[in-house]
């Protein structure tokens, strides 16, 4: 028993978890820092339901004439905090499990999936205070068409974390989790109709597909999950932004009412096209940064992993 406990713990803390997370997490800065603009664009038109412009080229253009050249990358610095902290704590959580689960044998989607299930609700539990304060940095400063948003003044980082504290409350830092939680259900979606679409479209004698293959299906996986999570991202977003004067509870458990309430006000105001405003800079940020972060990913683990001459372990598919 000391012996399997020893070796699940040697799993966990494997060199090899190390590299793949930090891998991750640089392939997930770079990518986001290429398509910044778009989530810039795409978080207007969440938060900001008065902004007429509803296509991204118009909102970034929009953004760069009344506000600076430099404005779609407002925010960048604790965005990229986030997402490496993010990104790091995800890839190194799903492999860890995967190596003390699987061990050589057999992985199959079933796995993958609880795997990616429990590496998300980890990740989020452990990070929606990062994506609470960026999402306010991000948008400080920016002119908003609807004047029920309250303006913020944080000096940076740390500032924001002091002054939520200490105005809103320890809670305030988890608002927007609930969604969260659920939106772990994104790369679960992905997976289902990924797999789904490859046994659908699979051809050859040896059923293998080309590069390009694995890449289109990935991307229309992607846009799925995307398209059908999205009006959980837009009051994720509203909920993290948390600066309508408006207050509403923010605790998980009152989360329910929150979302319901800020669907059907959204509703209202603009029909079911309103849930989804901001989709189209979601869809290209995503389905691209996906694209670049698992290529980067890929290409920095294994290079990571040749220079230090370490053979890592391979685990089979069914």
């Keep these: 028993m000391d012996d399997q406990s020893e070796f699940r713990i040697s799993d966990v803390l494997s060199y090899e978890s190390l590299v793949h997370a930090t891998a991750g997490a640089l392939g997930s800065v770079t990518s986001m820092t290429v398509f910044y603009p778009l989530d810039s664009a795409r978080l207007r038109l969440q938060v900001d339901e008065k902004r007429k412009a509803n296509s991204t080229p118009a909102v970034l253009a ?113 608002n927007g989790t609930f969604p969260s939680l659920l939106l772990v259900l994104n790369p679960s979606i992905q997976f289902m109709f990924y797999e789904g679409l490859k046994r659908q479209l699979r051809r050859g004698p040896d059923g293998e597909f080309s590069s390009l293959d694995v890449f289109l299906i990935g991307a229309a996986a992607k846009a799925i999950a995307t398209v059908v999570t999205y009006p959980l991202q837009t009051v994720q977003s509203i909920l993290r932004f948390g600066r309508h004067r408006e207050q509403r509870e923010s605790k998980i458990i009152g989360s329910v009412k929150s ?60």
């Design 62 to 174: 929009e953004i760069v004439r009344e506000e600076g050249l430099l404005a779609p990358y407002r925010g960048w610095f604790p965005v990229i905090c986030s997402l490496c902290c993010s990104n790091f704590v995800y890839f190194y959580t799903f492999n860890s499990v995967k190596a003390s689960w699987v061990k050589g044998r057999h992985s199959t989607p079933s796995k993958d999936l609880l795997m990616g299930i429990f590496a998300g609700v980890v990740n989020v539990l452990i990070t929606t205070p990062l994506w609470v304060v960026n999402t306010r940095l991000k948008l400080q400063g920016a002119k908003f068409r609807n004047r029920d948003i309250k303006s913020t003044h944080y000096k940076g980082i740390l500032d924001a974390f002091k002054q939520i504290l200490y105005n809103e409350g320890i809670s305030a830092l988890w």
């Design 259 to 318: 979302i319901l309430f800020l669907w059907k006000q959204r509703f209202r105001s603009e029909g079911i096209l309103g849930l989804f405003k901001g989709l189209e800079a979601k869809l290209l940020q995503t389905v691209l940064s996906a694209a670049l972060m698992f290529l980067l990913y890929e290409k920095i683990a294994a290079t990571t992993f040749r220079v230090m001459g370490i053979k890592p372990r391979q685990h089979s598919h069914k």
